[in-house]
């Protein structure tokens, strides 16, 4: 046998660790490119407003906070359900679950919701302040990037929150029929 036609040995692990994994690659370059986005855009005027102007926060951060949540809980729960039918998660998903329905249906809640919720921020933020009031390029391209990695964290975890409902743990009868 050669290297090439072994099987590849599936990795056991648990629910919490394969999520914490996951948390991590999806932080850093999510943290890392907004913030390099936001800062290449708003250092070109060195300032910029919430929502007026062609660089406005508004116009980088709106799009980030809806679709950020939508792809990061369609890829999460995705990649757990598959990593649970390679049993490298000793979990079972309940074969009621239509994932498509399920899925699309969290990816819209969390994005709508998202997008709503920055969007209100943005504009409390701005009948705060002066309609004028010119906002510093760097502080805002840092606050970009946090909120991008608040997002991360956050759809890694809460869609797999929502799907524990449909997951179990194998019994011992189902675990002996299956070896045998």
Known sequence: MTKFTESKKIKKTTLRRFLRKRAIYYILPNVVFN?????????????THFFAGPQSLA????????????????????????????????????????????????CIIHGFVTGLLVFLCLILAQYNLSTHYKLNATAMAILDALLAGVLSILFTYLPIKKLRKYLSEPSLVMQEIERN
């Open 35 to 47: 913030f390099l986005v936001a800062y290449a855009s708003f250092q070109e005027l060195g300032y």
């Open 59 to 106: 116009r980088l951060t709106l799009p980030m906070a809806i679709f950020l949540p939508v792809v990061l809980t369609m890829d999460i729960i995705k990649r757990v359900i598959a990593a649970i039918e390679q049993e490298s998660i000793a979990l079972t998903v309940d074969s009621e679950l239509n994932r498509n329905k399920f899925i699309t249906k969290l």
